[in-house]
């Protein structure tokens, strides 16, 4: 068992972006756009700004403005799926005998989008980017509670968007860009507290456990438990 605290979260998605708006959502939940539409990324450059793919955009609006007064930061960078469709039009060019694009390679793999952030903040911490298809979202804070030991505070942001058609009968994913923002700290914010129990066969639903985290965030729960029948195991966070 291991404690922690919020200092702050910001959580994006189309149509969503402030608190009460994903409070009110998840009590009465109507679709949402399957693309995130025009984002504004006014903190970033115009030339880099061009670099952003839809992932991009979707975890940039959901981290940028918790960072809008902290200069450097170290981040832990969470995706199950990855950049996927960037990283399928680049398979459908060598499938076509084309010249792969030196900028989209670099744009598709895992940690593209922390190295984007960092360069566009001049941030010079370190990162971690992480990828997870069983409990995707306690690894991601568990790496960032590790990094606790060396800092004061750390960043974490989760976020996928949805598969390509092409990949849909084969694994599931939430039909919406999304994405959320945590600032974990030592000294300062809200208790929480993550543990695990083993010998348990919880149910797994990958694509409830980011609706999990949003109902603890918004405090509609107070508790979000994450499992895999792979490791007879459970996660839960919890506020202290």
């Not at 450097?72 to 990283?87: E, K, M, W």
């Not at 960032?144 to 990949?167: F, G, H, K, M």
Request: charged residues 20%; glycine residues 6%; contains cysteine.
């Amino acid at each position: 068992m291991v404690g922690f605290k919020l200092q702050s979260w910001n959580a994006f998605a189309p149509g969503l972006e402030n608190h009460s708006a994903w409070r009110d959502w998840i009590q009465c939940p109507a679709e949402l756009p399957s693309g995130l539409g025009k984002t504004s990324l006014k903190q970033i450059p115009p030339m880099l700004r061009r670099r952003f793919t839809e992932l991009g955009r979707c975890a940039a609006g959901a981290a940028l403005p918790l960072l809008e007064n902290i200069d450097s930061i170290p981040g832990v960078f969470a995706s199950r799926h990855g950049d996927t469709p960037l990283t399928l039009s680049l398979l459908e060019g060598i499938a076509s005998d084309e010249p792969m694009s030196p900028t989209g390679f670099s744009l598709a793999v895992h940690n593209a989008l922390s190295g984007l952030l960092s360069i566009a903040r001049k941030d010079l911490s370190e990162v971690t980017a992480i990828a997870a298809t069983d409990n995707l979202i306690p690894n991601a804070i568990i790496e960032a509670v590790t990094q606790l030991q060396d800092s004061s505070r750390v960043l974490c942001v989760i976020y996928d968007v949805p598969l390509p058609e092409l990949y849909q009968p084969y694994c599931d994913s939430i039909p919406f860009p999304h994405a959320v923002a945590m600032i974990l700290s030592r000294e300062e914010g809200e208790d929480f507290i993550l543990q695990s129990e083993a010998d348990c066969i919880p149910g797994a639903d990958e694509n409830n456990d980011f609706m999990r985290l949003m109902r603890l965030l918004t405090g509609l729960d107070s508790c979000a438990r994450y499992g895999s029948a792979l490791t007879r195991s459970e996660w839960r966070i919890s506020r202290a």
